[in-house]
Structures are given as structure tokens and as C-alpha cells.
């Protein structure tokens, strides 16, 4: 599986604007690039996911390097709620069924400070 | 609509034992997915089940085994306990269209799995 490198850890001031970068240097044509978060005593849920062009959702955008090397996730006004650990992810082509694996490294755990 | 549940939310087993964690599945999702996340290893990849099938197996011990009902319901096994099971047992769906480009998957609260 293709890997992927995050900062360990980063701090915003809430309300500000915040920004995880990833590399993924060895991302192959076909993969996408997924982001979940795992807010504290809650499983991962899915945030946002891309191949090439910058994607745009109500929770955050997507800003993907021309290379496709690397990729960054952008919250736009950062809140309390939103202190979490946010996991970058390859995701190869799953047309074909039986492969839902998602490979999660050990992402950037965010703090918010108020 | 109700989200992916797992039960129980906690367990406490000794040494040897045997142990069946549950997941229902969001209503329509076909897929389930099962991780394993502790402090030391992170989420890591069990199993998944699509069609009451196993579609594909992370690198764990056979004492690791699942299931899935034609409900699209899971169950997951770990038989002969060992402290290093320790773990929070996550469980994920996705409803597998065919298109995973645009498929998410839903995770659960899991089960925080004690071995004493």
C-alpha cells in the first residue's frame, strides 16, 4: 500500500483557519486521497476525499497538489469541536468488490486552542 | 437514519476466554468492516464481509474470525484470549455500490475490549 506522511501533531487558535498537510509521494494514478478524523472516545468518520481537481464539502476542502504528491486539508474556521485526529488515506481503484481496506497511519492529532 | 451500532460497548475477559463482538450495519449497507485500534498499533485492518462473504483479511492470527448474516449483520470471534487483544474494536459500513471512488465507509462507537 501506497503510504502516506502527516505531521504528528498541530495547534490552531479556534475560529482561525487550519491546514494538514500529507505527502504521499509513491500515490499511484488510481488512488484517491480520503481524510477521516477521530474525535475523542468516537470512532473515524469521513471528512472528504479527491483524485486530482480541489474538492469543496460543508465540513471542509480538499487542496491536491498538481503532482498529486501531496494533498491538504483545509478547515476553514476551526472550532473546539473540531480537535480531533485527522488521518490521510490512500485508496486504490475498489471497482472490483471485496477490498474496502483502508490502510490508517498514525495522522496529526489537532488541538484547538481557545 | 440510524448509525452503525456495536455491542457491547465494553467488555471485560480474562486470559482464554473467548470473546463475539456484534455490529449492525447502517440500513441498505451491504459491506462491514472490522479495525482494531490500540495505542500502540493504531487502527489496523481485521476483515471485511460483503454478501455474507470474507473479501479481504489484514495480517492477523486465525484466532481472529468473523462473520456476516444475510442482514448484512456482523459478528467478529477471538478465541484464546491474550492481554495484547486488549483493544478498541471498531466496525465499519459501507453501502458498495460498485463505485468505491465515491463510497465512504461509516464507523461505529466500537467495543473497548479488556483482557485481564
Known amino acids: 500500500d501506497a503510504k502516506t506522511t502527516q505531521p504528528n501533531s498541530m495547534e490552531s487558535n479556534e475560529e482561525e483557519p487550519v491546514h494538514l498537510p500529507c505527502n504521499h509521494s509513491t500515490i499511484s494514478g488510481t488512488d484517491y486521497i480520503h481524510w477521516y478524523r477521530q474525535l475523542p472516545s468516537q470512532g473515524p468518520e469521513y471528512v472528504i476525499h479527491?483524485?486530482?481537481s480541489n474538492v469543496n464539502n460543508r465540513m471542509a476542502s480538499l487542496a491536491i497538489a498538481e503532482d498529486r504528491k501531496s494533498s491538504t486539508l483545509i478547515l476553514h474556521r476551526a472550532t473546539l469541536r473540531d480537535a480531533a485526529v485527522y488521518y490521510c488515506i490512500l485508496v486504490g481503484d475498489l471497482s472490483n468488490f471485496g477490498n474496502e481496506k483502508l490502510t490508517f497511519g498514525t495522522g496529526t492529532r489537532l488541538t484547538i486552542i481557545p | 437514519k440510524a448509525g452503525v451500532t456495536q455491542t457491547p460497548r465494553y467488555l471485560i475477559k480474562t486470559r482464554g476466554q473467548q470473546v463475539t463482538l456484534s455490529c449492525s450495519p447502517i440500513?441498505?449497507?451491504?459491506?462491514v468492516s472490522w479495525y482494531q485500534q490500540t495505542p500502540g498499533q493504531g487502527l489496523q485492518f481485521l476483515f471485511e464481509y460483503f454478501s455474507e462473504t470474507q473479501r479481504n483479511k489484514g495480517n492477523f492470527p486465525g484466532r481472529f474470525s468473523g462473520r456476516q448474516f444475510s442482514n448484512s449483520r456482523s459478528e467478529m470471534n477471538v478465541s484464546t484470549l491474550e492481554l495484547g487483544d486488549s483493544a478498541l474494536y471498531l466496525c465499519?459500513?459501507?453501502?458498495?455500490?460498485?463505485?468505491?471512488?465515491?463510497?465512504?465507509?461509516?464507523f461505529g462507537p466500537g467495543t473497548r475490549l479488556t483482557v485481564l
Open positions: 465499519a459500513s459501507s453501502r458498495k455500490t460498485g463505485s468505491y471512488s465515491t463510497d465512504t465507509q461509516y
Open positions: 479527491g483524485l486530482t
Open positions: 440500513s441498505g449497507h451491504r459491506s
